[in-house]
Antibody
């Protein structure tokens, strides 16, 4: 069965960076896109960007340009999202989400990684 | 960016009754719309894609309809396990955007 297992919760100081991993199993890793979406406490969802797991090409939301890096390691079926210059309003649950190539809806979600930014 | 507006914010429905959730897009998204269910403390789950196609294994009491800018998610006979927040999301344009959610409560 398809599983996306994310790394554990993080606590970071303002200005620091965080790197979240997302290990995929149960399907051919490179046949899909991986998107990154976050949810601030009690809020809705915000799309951050996506990576083509085959080519490595990325697209980022304008809001995160210059702050977000998305990579993947196909040898271990793992995608990564690194966010730099953290501020308090970056405190949120970060999700990796698998997107079908044709259509792009999200058919599987990781369990989420809580990132807390606090001095 | 396309703004997705959901209504109502909260919906209280008795078990066995119909629940109707609405989602409006600020511009046409054709049928490139999905619905997700999020239970407290859990990751979201795909319910509907293509505005009306049920995800694999989804109970038939869930149905989606609409195109363009107006969409509806219907739960024909609400069950206690349907307590959750429901989100619509458009995947027609960048950036992808979500509605703010409708919280379904059991009356």
């Amino acid at each position: 069965q398809v599983q996306l297992v994310q790394s554990g919760a993080e606590v970071k100081k303002p200005g620091a960076s965080v790197k979240v991993s997302c290990k995929a199993s149960g399907y051919t890793f490179t046949d899909y896109y991986m998107h990154w979406v976050r949810q601030a406490p009690g809020q809705g969802f915000e799309w951050m960007g996506r990576i083509n797991l085959n080519s490595g090409d990325t697209n980022r939301a304008q809001k995160f340009q210059g702050r977000i890096s998305m990579t993947r390691d196909t040898s271990i079926s793992t995608a990564y999202m690194e966010l730099s210059g953290l501020e308090s309003d970056d405190s949120a649950v970060y999700f990796c989400v698998r997107a079908v190539l044709i259509g792009n809806w999200y058919d599987y979600w990781g369990q989420g990684t809580l990132v807390t930014v606090s001095s | 960016e396309i703004v997705m507006t959901q209504s109502p914010a909260t919906l209280s429905v008795s078990p066995g009754e119909r629940a109707t959730l609405s989602c409006r897009a600020s511009q046409s998204v054709r049928t490139n719309l999905a619905w997700y269910q999020q239970k407290p403390g859990q990751a979201p789950r795909l319910l509907i894609y293509g505005a009306s196609t049920r995800a694999t294994g989804l109970p038939v009491r869930f149905s989606g309809s609409g195109s363009g800018t107006e969409f509806t998610l219907t739960i024909s006979s609400l069950q206690s396990e349907d307590l959750a927040t429901y989100y619509c999301q458009q995947y027609n344009a960048w950036p992808r955007t979500f509605g703010q959610g409708t919280k379904v409560e059991i009356k």
